[in-house]
């Protein structure tokens, strides 16, 4: 099984262009996320889709929007980048809401923001 | 609001020796506990967790973590650390129940030095 997969793994921008991060898993999860992880402050959760058909805002949901566009995919969309929006990005997915808590992560989209 | 803390931000060893990251949370119920590590340019994965029963938990690669409800902790170790386990280690704490979202440590990173 390939888990989760993220595309592209590296993408530079230019301030005010946009772009779409995709996502998909095969483990037919229902919970899936966006996270952005920034040296010194973790992972922080940008936006999450509880199950098909649901989205909702994480603790840094300002300039992004997301798209469950089916059990498997989940995009997320930079409408008009910013400097401050270079991140590495990482796609993760659970159980419901995670029963187990377990979240498995795809290996990264790195965003540069010129 | 439930937090995470880990008390050490960048830890440097030599090969063999004794490792203990800590992690402390803040929150007063039940809760589902994780040690998640980041490999030099890999995704997040799992490394251990904590639900319910024996509080020593065993994860992969030799790490362990003992859950002391007193305390509000939940320390990551590890006898004798090699030079691969040098990675980010992130730890998570959870709510027990559905529809709670995992709460972030900031991260430890560790160096081993051969």
């Known amino acids: 099984n390939a888990g989760v997969t993220q595309t592209p793994k590296f993408q530079v921008l230019k301030t005010g262009q946009s772009m779409t991060l995709q996502c998909a898993q095969d483990m037919n999860h229902n919970s899936m996320y966006w996270y952005r992880q920034d040296p010194g402050m973790g992972l922080r959760l940008i936006y999450y889709s509880a199950s098909e058909g649901t989205t909702d805002k994480g603790e840094v949901p300002n300039g992004y929007n997301v798209s469950r566009l089916n059990k498997r995919e989940f995009s997320l969309r930079l409408e008009s980048a910013a400097p401050s929006q270079t991140s590495v990005y990482f796609c993760?997915?659970?159980?419901?809401?995670?029963?187990?808590?377990?979240?498995?992560f795809g290996e990264g989209s790195r965003l540069t923001v010129l | 609001a439930q937090s995470v803390s880990q008390h050490n931000h960048h830890v440097i060893l030599s090969e063999a020796a004794s490792l203990e990251l800590g992690c402390n949370y803040s929150?007063?119920?039940?809760?589902?506990l994780f040690w998640y590590v980041q490999y030099p340019g890999q995704h997040l994965q799992l490394l251990l967790k904590y639900f319910s029963g024996d509080p020593l938990v065993k994860g992969i690669k030799g790490f362990e973590a003992e859950f002391i409800k007193s305390k509000f902790s939940f320390n990551l170790r590890k006898p004798s650390v090699q030079w691969s386990d040098t990675a980010e280690y992130f730890c998570a704490v959870k709510a027990a129940g559905n529809n709670r979202k995992l709460i972030w440590g900031l991260g430890t990173s560790l160096a081993v030095n051969p």
């Open positions: 929150y007063g119920g039940t809760v589902n």
């Open positions: 993760a997915s659970s159980e419901l809401q995670g029963i187990t808590g377990e979240l498995f």
